[in-house]
């Protein structure tokens, strides 16, 4: 599949020359849900695009010097895709963030501004308030605060035309905290261009202008931001958003999204799929008509068949091809897609002996076997890179070996802001015979992605993250098999909200297991000693285990990263401050 060509590439030259090739057609459409359940539709076509990016562009740069960090602050819209390219089209450092009222995460966006020391901040003017009074109340100082949205688009004439240098960065993309404090991962032109790329080959057909990106995820996701901005801006096919909110409030806009949409491509993290499954009726299903769907990206957790299944179950009467669930691998580092599964071939899960896999071995389970874990094939690296390696030794791994996943590849980012020893711990790493000299693809390196996975039969499993291990008496534990267990023993404790991690007691690793309380059980009738007894039994019964504690809370009461996934460093840091409390009266 041919992109454009386009000297010195970033998003921002990609979208002048589609403005150019295919001005009047629409580029980006917004569904706006805030203020009618049946959505307001905004789109803008691809010259009107343009010359808003520019606009706003012209502004930036007058308040701003080449290098300058610009971050974009304001509720998912039209408004921050422009503001995003604009960034980059002036030749700053665009820094997608999130509105300071994102319940929960104020905090969190302090020390990311902090971090990035931003010059210059873009936002909605109906929202220019509370963000001044964000800065007021966290003491954070920004020269000057601009709202994209009052920019005139003959401010496009003030453009002073920058031309990007393909290694320059283009963004910092700040990870979602699940393992660590955020770190602004420094991407390249060249890296996201890249893996735009791959994204449009690997998902959308070959038909030339065939296709329709389909999102609700937040754009200042990875895998949100590379959906609905990159993959457009390389492949010229539009792209159709919401809010993440208006399809938590109603999943059928986003499959309705779908099914409106010509050839539509998605992505969404597991439990997406079986949230819609569950929430989607039969009479709003009989107007729908999926067949046309293309690729649905399943990523961003641990991949569960049984949602997959429930999601393909649940919409097969509206056409919805099976072999168009594409579970997938990716991380921010290598801006997003990192292993797909194959076009057309049905989604694949293959069940391994949990003992051996404590063991670092992947061992396909028989009949006899009495523990098992079933894992669901990410399939193989997408024109990059990945090697299992010895993450004690650095030495390569045999098919069947549990090991870290190194990656090399053009999309692999450069590196962390303002953070030279642990982007010299994971970036750029010398690997034994890796078939490039141990330098990897022309010469850039290894990445040490901190993910434990194994190759079996040439697919990609991934098995846990190195931090979130469960080390006890020389036996790995996956943490998302303890939580597997945990949701199934006993109906008060709600599905996909719980986390399974260990702390350290001075004298030996101990595991804890925070879980919220089902909204089916009122929090009146809740037997915190039953469903207690209940989650130690079934841990001992299917780990060999002993929990050295099970904290319940009410709904929404487990810690989660920016983009929705439970934290399980964020469990284990305040239990090590004091401050992780479960719901027990005091």
Known sequence: MAGPVVGNDSLATLLAWWAQEHGDEVAITYLDYRFSVDGVATSLTWSEFDTKVSAVAAEVQAHTAEGDRVVILARQSTEYVVALLAAMRAGRIAVPLFQPDLPGHADRLAAVLADCSPTLALTLDDQRELLDSYFAEKG???????????????????????????????????TSGSTRIPAGVMITNRNVVTNARQNTECYMTDE??????????????????????????????????????????????????????????????????????????????????LSDVVSLVDGSEPIS?????????????????????????????????????????LPKAVTFDREALTRGLAVVATAQTPSTTELVSCGRAFDQQLRIVDPESGKLLDEGVV??????????????????????????????????????????????????????????????????????????????????????????????????FSVFDGQSEQVMVMVERSKVVEAADLDRDEVTSAVKAAVSHHHGLSLHDVLIVEPGGVPRTSSGKVSRAVCRKRWAEGTLKDGRPA
């Open 140 to 174: 954070i100082g920004v020269a000057h605060v601009t709202s994209i949205d009052t920019v005139p688009d003959s401010r496009a004439a003030d453009y002073a035309p920058f031309v990007p240098e393909p290694d320059a960065v283009s963004y910092l993309q700040y």
């Open 208 to 289: 030339d202008d065939y296709g329709t990106l389909v999102s609700w995820l937040p754009l200042f996701h990875d895998m949100g931001l590379v959906l609905a901005v990159a993959v457009p801006m390389w492949s010229g096919r539009p792209v159709v958003m919401m809010d993440p909110i208006a399809f938590l409030e109603r999943p059928i806009r986003w499959v309705a999204a779908m099914a409106n949409a010509e050839g539509a491509t998605t992505a969404a993290p597991n439990f997406a799929y079986a949230y819609a499954a569950s929430r989607v009726s039969d009479r709003e299903k009989a107007f729908l008509d």
């Open 305 to 345: 068949m049984k949602s997959i299944n429930r999601f393909a179950d649940a919409f097969a009467e509206c056409g919805l091809p099976r072999t168009a669930h594409r579970p997938s691998m990716g991380m921010a580092e290598a801006v997003v897609l990192i292993s797909s599964g194959t076009p057309g071939e």
């Open 403 to 500: 090991g870290e996943l190194w990656l090399s590849g053009v999309n692999i980012a450069q590196g962390y802001w303002n953070r030279p020893e642990q982007t010299a711990e994971s970036f750029g790493q010398t690997l034994e015979d890796d078939g490039f000299d141990g330098s990897g693809v022309d010469g850039r390196g290894w990445f040490r992605t901190g993910d434990l996975g194994v190759l079996h039969e040439g697919d990609l499993y991934i098995t846990g993250r190195m931090k979130d291990l469960i080390i006890v008496d020389g036996r790995n534990h996956y943490p998302q098999d303890i939580e597997a267990t945990v949701e199934q023993a006993h109906p008060a404790v709600r599905k996909h909200s719980l986390v399974a």
